[in-house]
Every structure is written in C-alpha cells, then in structure tokens.
C-alpha cells in the first residue's frame, strides 16, 4: 500500500486510537495510548509471553505488546467490532495490514472467555472495558480463567474518599454522558475482587495519594471532565 492509498483508507474510518503508521501517517482517533502510558504500568518487556487483549478495539496495546516482544498475541473484542457505540474492527485490520503485524483477532464477549474459547495467557490485559460492564465481578472472574500468570487492568475508578470497597453504579449517562459506563468501582473494590478472583498478589499502580486523588475526583465531576481511571497489576502467585 502506498503512502496516498493508505492515507485514503485511514481517513474513510473512525478511529478510537492514535496510532502511528508506516509514511508518517497517525490515526486520527480520539485516545493517545502514547500520552498516558506511565499511568498503566506496562512491562518493558513482553519477550516470549502469550498476551490476550481484551477490549482491544483499533488494537494499540495489542500491537504494542507485539512490540514489546510478546511471542504471541490475540486481541479480542465483540462490542465495538460489531458496530455497537459507532465503532467498528475497520480500524484494527488496516492497522494489523499497515504494521505487518502477526496479532491474531477473535471476536467474542467478555462473558464468553474461558480456557475453552480462547485457551490460557502469560498476561492478560483488561484495559478500559471493566466500567462497561453490567457485572465486573463475573467480568474479572471470566478474565481471570484465561490469564496464566499476569492480569492488568485499567479501569475508570469513583467514590475514592472511601475506603472501604464500593462501587457507583451508573443507570444512565451519569458518567461522561455514555450510557455503556455501567460502573465505577473504588480502588478497594478492584483490589478486592481482583484478590476475590484468586489472585495472590495485587497492585495499585501510581495510586494516588489519599487527599490529592479525592480533590482530584472531585474536581473532575464538578467540571463535569471523564472520570479518574487507574491501573491495577494481578499476579497469580502472592
Ligand atoms: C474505552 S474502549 C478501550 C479500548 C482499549 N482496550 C483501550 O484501553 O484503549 C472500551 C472497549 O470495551 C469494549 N466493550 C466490551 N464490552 C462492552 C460493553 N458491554 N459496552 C461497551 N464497550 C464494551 C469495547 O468494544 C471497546 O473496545
């Protein structure tokens, strides 16, 4: 594909990810991975690991993982590639195409995850989907049958002035104004079902302090700005 024909065919998609392309082409999507990455923690490294993304959507953190030198990688994802919320899987096949990418694609919910279905990972990554979700344990409980080793998870977070585990509940447009934000877990929460899902060893990435993330919450909501979103890292063993 030469630089005018790619350029063509990113411009005829809507993207959810910036995504740097071969010709110096970037896709114009809505989230720059690239911008907020300390705050996910990532290994440097993925050498030789099996990695499941889960929610992959355009597949950043998919070819990201890739690039980092995972040995094997299949983004899944069943919502937005299925057209539902606008999206489509239009821009995860160009961007596979552009890269030479080896990521393997398979579309199925996250109710529908289990060793059987998609088999067992070194690392899974649960990236932004958790607050979608009507039910998170049962999501985290569904994502943690297929992760082997490592579980990372990025999610929207609420109610951090408490510290006992709660979890706000959004029936409408509540947050964000996006009626498919059905939760907003406290960090407790999701460090206690992530322990409830048999994960020995739990971490709050970069958690912010106590005072600072609540003013920074609260600030937020007032101003009416996307909630505070926070990465957890799970290990199997303690
Ligand atoms: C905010 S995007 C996150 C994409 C990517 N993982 C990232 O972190 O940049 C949310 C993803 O959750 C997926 N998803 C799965 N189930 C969903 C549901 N019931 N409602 C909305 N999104 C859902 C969407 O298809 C989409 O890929």
Redesign the pocket.
Known sequence: MDRQQLHDAVEAIRW??VIDLPHGIRTPGS?D?NTELPRYGLPESFRGKTVLDV???DG??SFEAERRGAGRVLAT????WSGK?G?SKDGFNLARKALGSSVEDLTI??PELSPETVGKFDVVLF???LY??RDPMAAIERVASVTRDQLIV?TLVDLIHLRRPAMAYYPGREENNDP?TWVGPNPAAVVAMLRAAGFGRVAAIAQPSYVGAVAKSTLRRIRKRPGLHMAFHAWRSG
């Open positions: 959810y990810h989230f991975p929610g992959a959507w950043w953190f994802d069943s919502y937005s919320g999206g919910d996250v990236l932004g989907v979608h979700l990025e498919s």
